[in-house]
């Protein structure tokens, strides 16, 4: 149900207070009105802790500094004189035992008179005494097809000629900003630049990187990794290629479901971290990424309250990327008795969201050892798509080479052998072959030379790949992704 309905529903039924759960509190404001001069008949009283009453001659000032005489207002006013309280920042008195007191007792009157009050607060922090009689209402932030009339509206004003894919690409970088917070960015921008362009996407998603700061539980990436950094895994470029424009308006028109996630499962060194980012970069989406370490707090509930703060964040500032590094350590298949059940609960709250959530939040995941993961986690419906990242094979990592050395030696990349370099570097991880570049430049570096094929070959021979120290787990993860439960990147 749509907020004004839901509104309108609970003033006819003579709900006698409602608190309204929202940042914008402007906004609220602004849409309540509206909504009584359309559907209702009533006088709208306003007050605040430091003005009192305002927008109305009779009382104005009243209250000032004085939450107590503020519902003394209510018994003041005749029982046939319709009226809404709207009572800014007063859930911070609730906890007063006069306020408390008063409230119980004025709530007896509300319920037979047309009087409703109305409390705007940031938080919710309700009394046990007062649940009972106060029910909560979310306003959410702007919905895509307000944010897209207040664009229109600013760019309209400001004379500004936006193409349409333009306007969709700011509507869609400003869900999660409030309607104050985008005029804000968009006077920022236009002060700057004097003009509204596709550069103008970055600095909205910076401003999305204030309201990150505030948690320490999720950070934001900045990153600019393209998908052709990463070499071989064509299956998996093929999969988002086909998802990149998933989040748009035609694709809702279509009817296409926006895109849950991917599970990554692979060796290290693989590339599962920078097909996150590249994603992010290539999508033109924000990337989150959670730092699983701090969702677990000492405190009972704590850590339950933690991660539903971080969906909350995550959904607001959709659409965006979700990136889960190593998720077979946070949410592993291991008995936790130790805990007193912390991780299953957590484990349960997570895979729920992920099989019900609406909002566009595509998470990335990667695991590395599958024993770890728990059957609930890689069941189909969770993820869209879950894919196996193997060792490169060799001309892949001829590939990988390639893509490396044009990053150090963007004039002379070509003149290497990678024929003999893919055949040297069997068992290799992407990283472990970018490391052996390294070591050689090092050589030759210390040498005060150029760095060749030879010395990236003496690098390749002296480094020892993971996949040999832990081949029991290697031909494990093999084993397992050729069995056909898991799609090959």
């Known amino acids: 149900m749509k907020f004004n309905d839901e509104l309108t529903l609970l003033l006819k039924a003579r709900y006698p207070i409602i608190y309204i759960n929202t940042i914008e509190e402007d906004r609220v404001e602004y849409v309540i009105r509206k909504n009584i001069k359309n559907n209702l008949n009533r006088s709208i009283y306003t007050w605040d802790f430091i003005d009192g009453y305002t927008n109305n001659p009779n009382n104005q000032g009243f209250a000032q500094r004085n939450p107590l005489q503020a519902l003394e207002l209510i018994e003041r006013l005749t ?28 709530s007896r009157v509300l319920k037979l008179q047309p009087k409703t009050i109305i409390i705007v607060g940031s938080e919710i922090n309700i009394p046990k005494e007062l649940q009972d009689l106060i029910t909560v209402l979310s306003f959410q932030l702007p919905t895509e097809h307000e944010i897209n009339q207040e664009l229109t509206r600013l760019t309209n004003s400001l004379n500004l000629n936006i193409p349409p894919l333009l306007l969709e690409n700011l509507t869609r970088a400003c869900q999660g900003l409030s309607l104050e917070r985008i005029r804000r960015v968009l006077s920022k921008i236009i002060v700057t630049y004097k003009k509204i362009d596709e550069s103008s996407i970055s600095i909205l998603l910076a ?55 991917l599970l990554l499962i692979g060796i290290q060194g693989t590339g599962k971290s920078l097909t996150a980012k590249a994603i992010a970069t290539e999508w033109q989406l924000p990337l989150l ?17 933690r991660l539903r703060q971080m969906i ?77 990242l193997d060792l490169p094979k060799k001309q892949e990592r001829e590939e ?10 963007p004039n ?9 370099l893919a055949r040297l570097s069997e068992s290799f991880s992407g990283a472990e072959i970018r490391q052996s570049i390294i070591d050689g430049m090092y050589e ?46």
């Open 79 to 106: 029982c046939e004189t319709p009226a809404i309280f709207l009572l800014k920042d007063f859930n911070r008195f609730l906890s007063d035992v006069s306020i408390s007191r008063k409230l119980k007792n004025i």
């Open 400 to 409: 990988i080479f390639k893509i490396h050395l044009q990053e150090f030696r």
């Open 444 to 489: 030759a570096f210390y040498e005060k030379r150029e760095f060749t094929t030879d010395d990236i070959c003496k690098a390749l021979k002296e480094l020892i790949p993971l996949a040999q120290l832990e081949t029991n787990q290697m031909v494990k993860l093999q084993n397992w992704a050729s069995s056909g439960r898991i799609r090959l990147a």
């Open 289 to 305: 990424k959670l730092d699983v370490g701090k969702l677990f707090g000492g405190i009972v509930g704590e850590s339950e309250s």
């Open 207 to 261: 401003e999305k990187k204030q309201i990150i700061r505030q948690t320490e539980i999720l950070e934001y990436w900045s990153t600019d990794e393209s998908i052709q950094k990463i070499g071989g895994v064509d299956n998996l470029k093929d999969w988002l290629k086909k998802r990149k424009t998933a989040f748009s308006i035609q694709a809702s028109n279509y009817g296409l479901p926006t895109p849950r996630g």
């Open 412 to 420: 002379t990349w070509q003149s290497f052998d990678y024929l003999k």
């Open 312 to 388: 909350q964040v995550a959904e607001t500032l959709s659409p965006c990327i979700l990136w889960i590094d190593e998720i077979d350590k946070a949410f592993s298949n291991q008995d936790n008795k130790g805990d007193s059940g912390t991780s299953n609960r957590m484990l349960a709250t997570f895979i729920s969201w992920l099989s019900e959530k609406t909002q566009p939040v595509f998470v990335v995941a990667t695991a590395n050892n599958v024993e770890l993961l728990s059957l609930e986690i890689i069941r189909k419906g969770r993820f869209d798509e879950i894919f196996f």
